[in-house]
């Protein structure tokens, strides 16, 4: 590579077509990599365990040096073939910050070229399985956030992140379209509601919508059908709701369209949230 | 219809609640009647043409890539406070039918999801009598039952629906149908839709548009924790929990009433012993243990870097120090056929290095993958991992056909770009740059007189 060919000439483009562009963007995320070439020891992944990595640049340019590779009618390198496959490799690394997608429609840190080196993990865990859509944020180490550029299940139970730079500390949150609902138990097949949160922007006040009034009474217990011989566990639905927009109503936070989505606000558990920092070092 | 905002304790609002969302066109069958009346002097002619077809809809069976999660978790966890739940990302699918069995139009103030969470346990069946599993039957089976079980009310098939068509069933004792299914106040509070940003997920979930609709159980699961003595030192044993999602189409007049003591009653007609109810999903759970979310997340072991355990290698001689620097680098020794069919083992890493890799501008060009493997002469190994992404990276190239000849016209492109311009070169060496290029060619012929024809 003493050579560079487009020194040479003036007028003649070496940018490749779309077409390769994409398809090497996408190769630089691992998109199409077979799972033993990334994993080659399964011994590597252990179960419910969280894997992180950085990229090796060296060994993606070999593979975009190899799909660039091919079509040449002979073995023997020529300038120009070095030259454009150069190029290309030069784009693909930069491109790859655009294969997820625009981010800032979704609320994502918008990454528009691909900062090396990037960082990711494995995570192989009955989480994955068990809750989908699981979200992910990672943060450098200023705290800022950190566009993914990657986030996709290789397995059932595996899911693989990549993100546009150095990883320093990162959240996985339980996806909020799954947020389960719940009741205390007391035991005996009787439940109750602790509290309640506001559902209303009207009524003013410090409380956000959504969020759990403070000192909204006594917890309430949730009415239950009568079975013959035990506990039926089964809640009177329609009472219950009742039951919360008559406390709402003396909390001074009356909701007089009291429907399955206001239902949905007072009965929804909070969304679990835990912490990760890759081992430094 | 209502809205509502729910912000959750990292302060970034999250997901907003909705009442409900029915289809603009339900499903079922339909024409389409066009009619225009042609005058002519006197003469009044209608011409005019009807259009059937046909709103497809689920309605006996729900394929599974409809369903987007389910909690409980096909899994083990305790799981004895939650209601259970499902979710999809059609945003109408809970309303697109009604219970009456007939479709009549959704009340837009009031809409009533045709489709229910039934939660059964071992409590619900004395001991020694079957517990009901979910079968396949054919959709005639379900509407025309066997003497003795009661079925959906009044459903006609619509376009593309046969009696011979396969649908999940199951048959639930009559006394159970009052207990546990619920009452036609209970039903609008029993579905939503959510909006929610999709930051931070799945790549391949972004091609949805962040709505999700849910269908919410009414009943807890059976358990044996209890909650007087969360921590026993004996752990009771799981217990197995079944959901069904059913479809109550042409079950309105059915449906339990509970008064107002909390005693359920449904007027199931006599003689009728269990009730067949189309099942559109269901999933098993176990109530067990404290491993939700929360603490398997944090039960993870999250302190690695990628590579193989390096603990059983402790012997100090070259050999081992030397492995052992190797795993930690992230090489894994596999098997290595080389090209004059040697075997022998040589290092091999993916792209996920445990270590900071600068990159290099630029690398070195190499022409085939031979030229990438590299030799160590102290002890006499390969490391293969370049020359095998270079040879994956051509195989990923010429399984991809359109990438592959879209390489090759790339390839000639420049290559004519090249010629064109050296031939170009070549003229503006003899001649001067091409705008004077005419000037230059009319000197050549003769003067200025000449006509440029």
Same mark, same amino acid.
């Given at each position: 590579?003493?050579?560079?060919?487009?020194?040479?000439?003036?007028?003649?483009?070496?940018?490749?077509?779309?077409?390769?562009?994409?398809?090497?963007?996408?190769?630089?995320?691992?998109?199409?990599?077979?799972?033993?070439?990334?994993?080659?020891?399964?011994?590597?992944?252990?179960?419910?365990?969280?894997?992180?990595?950085?990229?090796?640049?060296?060994?993606?340019?070999?593979?975009?040096?190899?799909?660039?590779?091919?079509?040449?009618?002979?073995?023997?390198?020529?300038?120009?073939?070095?030259?454009?496959?150069?190029?290309?490799?030069?784009?693909?690394?930069?491109?790859?910050?655009?294969?997820?997608?625009?981010?800032?429609?979704?609320?994502?840190?918008?990454?528009?070229?691909?900062?090396?080196?990037?960082?990711?993990?494995?995570?192989?865990?009955?989480?994955?399985?068990?809750?989908?859509?699981?979200?992910?944020?990672?943060?450098?180490?200023?705290?800022?956030?950190?566009?993914?550029?990657?986030?996709?299940?290789?397995?059932?139970?595996?899911?693989?992140?990549?993100?546009?730079?150095?990883?320093?500390?990162?959240?996985?949150?339980?996806?909020?379209?799954?947020?389960?609902?719940?009741?205390?138990?007391?035991?005996?097949?009787?439940?109750?509601?602790?509290?309640?949160?506001?559902?209303?922007?009207?009524?003013?006040?410090?409380?956000?919508?959504?969020?759990?009034?403070?000192?909204?009474?006594?917890?309430?217990?949730?009415?239950?059908?009568?079975?013959?011989?035990?506990?039926?566990?089964?809640?009177?639905?329609?009472?219950?709701?009742?039951?919360?927009?008559?406390?709402?109503?003396?909390?001074?936070?009356?909701?007089?369209?009291?429907?399955?989505?206001?239902?949905?606000?007072?009965?929804?558990?909070?969304?679990?949230?835990?912490?990760?920092?890759?081992?430094?070092? | 219809?209502?809205?509502?905002?729910?912000?959750?304790?990292?302060?970034?609002?999250?997901?907003?609640?909705?009442?409900?969302?029915?289809?603009?066109?339900?499903?079922?069958?339909?024409?389409?009647?066009?009619?225009?009346?042609?005058?002519?002097?006197?003469?009044?002619?209608?011409?005019?043409?009807?259009?059937?077809?046909?709103?497809?809809?689920?309605?006996?069976?729900?394929?599974?890539?409809?369903?987007?999660?389910?909690?409980?978790?096909?899994?083990?966890?305790?799981?004895?406070?939650?209601?259970?739940?499902?979710?999809?990302?059609?945003?109408?699918?809970?309303?697109?039918?009604?219970?009456?069995?007939?479709?009549?139009?959704?009340?837009?103030?009031?809409?009533?999801?045709?489709?229910?969470?039934?939660?059964?346990?071992?409590?619900?069946?004395?001991?020694?009598?079957?517990?009901?599993?979910?079968?396949?039957?054919?959709? %005639?089976?379900?509407?025309? #039952? +066997?003497?003795? $079980?009661?079925?959906?009310?009044?459903?006609? /098939? =619509? @376009?593309?629906?046969? *009696?011979?068509?396969?649908?999940?069933?199951?048959?639930?004792?009559?006394?159970?149908?009052?207990?546990?299914?619920?009452?036609?106040?209970?039903?609008?509070?029993?579905?939503?839709?959510?909006?929610?940003?999709?930051?931070?997920?799945?790549?391949?979930?972004?091609?949805?548009?962040?709505?999700?609709?849910?269908?919410?159980?009414?009943?807890?699961?059976?358990?044996?924790?209890?909650?007087?003595?969360? %921590?026993?030192?004996?752990? #009771? +044993?799981?217990? $197995?929990?079944?959901?069904?999602?059913?479809? /109550? =189409? @042409?079950?309105?007049? *059915?449906?339990?009433?509970?008064?107002?003591?909390?005693?359920?009653?449904?007027?199931?007609?006599?003689?009728?012993?269990?009730?067949?109810?189309?099942?559109?999903?269901?999933?098993?759970?176990?109530?067990?243990?404290?491993?939700?979310?929360?603490?398997?997340?944090?039960?993870?072991?999250?302190?690695?870097?990628?590579?193989?355990?390096?603990?059983?290698?402790?012997?100090?001689?070259?050999?081992?120090?030397?492995?052992?620097?190797?795993?930690?680098?992230?090489?894994?020794?596999?098997?290595?056929?080389?090209?004059? @069919?040697?075997?022998?083992?040589?290092?091999?890493?993916?792209?996920?290095?445990?270590?900071?890799?600068?990159?290099?501008?630029?690398?070195?060009?190499?022409?085939?993958?031979?030229?990438?493997?590299?030799?160590?002469?102290?002890?006499?190994?390969?490391?293969?991992?370049?020359?095998?992404?270079?040879?994956?990276?051509?195989?990923?190239?010429?399984?991809?056909?359109?990438?592959?000849?879209?390489?090759?016209?790339?390839?000639?492109?420049?290559?004519?770009?090249?010629?064109?311009?050296?031939?170009?070169?070549?003229?503006?060496?003899?001649? @001067?740059?091409?705008?004077?290029?005419?000037?230059?060619?009319?000197?050549?012929?003769?003067?200025?007189?000449?006509?440029?024809?």
């Amino acid at each position: 590579m003493d050579k560079d060919w487009t020194k040479l000439t003036d007028t003649v483009s070496y940018d490749p077509p779309d077409e390769i562009k994409r398809f090497l963007a996408r190769s630089v995320l691992l998109y199409g990599v077979p799972f033993q070439y990334l994993v080659p020891d399964e011994r590597m992944l252990i179960p419910e365990s969280v894997h992180f990595f950085f990229l090796d640049p060296g060994w993606i340019a070999m593979m975009v040096q190899g799909a660039t590779s091919v079509g040449r009618l002979d073995a023997q390198d020529t300038v120009l073939d070095t030259t454009m496959r150069h190029r290309a490799l030069e784009k693909a690394m930069v491109d790859a910050a655009l294969v997820r997608g625009n981010g800032k429609d979704i609320g994502e840190p918008q990454a528009t070229a691909a900062k090396w080196p990037l960082t990711g993990f494995l995570l192989r865990s009955s989480v994955v399985d068990g809750w989908q859509g699981v979200e992910m944020k990672a943060y450098d180490k200023d705290g800022v956030e950190v566009a993914p550029l990657r986030i996709d299940r290789l397995a059932p139970d595996i899911l693989l992140c990549i993100f546009n730079g150095k990883v320093m500390h990162m959240t996985v949150k339980q996806p909020p379209e799954g947020l389960h609902f719940g009741l205390s138990p007391l035991g005996n097949g009787k439940y109750q509601r602790l509290s309640l949160r506001k559902v209303t922007a009207k009524s003013g006040g410090s409380v956000e919508p959504g969020q759990q009034i403070p000192n909204s009474g006594a917890p309430i217990d949730a009415p239950m059908r009568k079975g013959k011989s035990r506990p039926t566990r089964v809640v009177r639905v329609a009472e219950l709701a009742s039951l919360f927009q008559q406390r709402l109503k003396s909390l001074g936070q009356d909701a007089p369209d009291f429907t399955s989505g206001e239902f949905g606000v007072e009965m929804v558990e909070s969304p679990g949230l835990v912490d990760f920092k890759p081992p430094q070092g | 219809m209502s809205t509502n905002r729910i912000t959750t304790s990292d302060a970034q609002p999250q997901i907003q609640f909705h009442q409900a969302s029915p289809p603009a066109l339900p499903p079922g069958d339909y024409s389409l009647k066009v009619k225009q009346d042609f005058t002519a002097t006197g003469v009044t002619q209608p011409f005019g043409t009807v259009a059937p077809f046909t709103v497809a809809g689920p309605r006996f069976y729900l394929k599974p890539e409809e369903v987007y999660s389910v909690y409980p978790p096909p899994d083990l966890g305790p799981f004895d406070n939650a209601l259970p739940h499902i979710v999809f990302t059609r945003r109408t699918l809970p309303w697109e039918r009604t219970i009456q069995g007939n479709y009549t139009r959704q009340d837009p103030y009031n809409p009533v999801p045709w489709m229910a969470l039934l939660l059964l346990s071992r409590d619900d069946f004395d001991p020694g009598t079957l517990v009901p599993t979910v079968e396949s039957r054919t959709v %005639n089976g379900l509407l025309n #039952p +066997e003497a003795g $079980i009661q079925g959906p009310i009044g459903l006609a /098939l =619509e @376009g593309g629906q046969t *009696l011979n068509d396969l649908c999940n069933t199951i048959d639930i004792p009559a006394g159970l149908f009052a207990e546990i299914v619920p009452a036609k106040d209970d039903l609008p509070f029993l579905a939503h839709v959510r909006e929610v940003s999709l930051a931070g997920k799945e790549t391949l979930s972004l091609k949805q548009d962040g709505w999700f609709t849910v269908v919410l159980g009414n009943r807890l699961p059976l358990t044996r924790k209890d909650p007087k003595n969360p %921590n026993p030192t004996v752990k #009771p +044993e799981g217990e $197995i929990n079944l959901v069904c999602l059913v479809s /109550l =189409e @042409g079950f309105a007049a *059915l449906l339990p009433t509970v008064a107002s003591d909390g005693t359920p009653t449904a007027p199931i007609p006599t003689g009728k012993s269990a009730v067949r109810l189309a099942v559109l999903a269901s999933w098993k759970f176990t109530c067990y243990g404290d491993n939700d979310f929360k603490t398997k997340m944090a039960a993870l072991n999250a302190d690695t870097l990628i590579g193989l355990p390096t603990d059983k290698l402790t012997a100090s001689d070259d050999g081992t120090v030397f492995a052992r620097t190797a795993l930690t680098l992230g090489y894994a020794g596999l098997n290595h056929t080389t090209r004059l @069919g040697e075997k022998t083992v040589s290092w091999y890493r993916g792209p996920l290095v445990p270590l900071e890799m600068a990159v290099r501008d630029p690398y070195e060009a190499i022409p085939c993958a031979d030229y990438a493997l590299r030799y160590d002469p102290r002890n006499g190994m390969f490391a293969a991992e370049y020359a095998a992404a270079f040879e994956l990276g051509r195989m990923m190239a010429l399984n991809n056909r359109s990438f592959a000849r879209a390489m090759q016209r790339f390839r000639n492109r420049v290559a004519q770009d090249i010629a064109a311009e050296a031939r170009q070169k070549a003229l503006d060496s003899q001649f @001067g740059p091409s705008d004077q290029l005419d000037n230059s060619i009319i000197q050549l012929f003769g003067g200025s007189g000449a006509s440029r024809g």
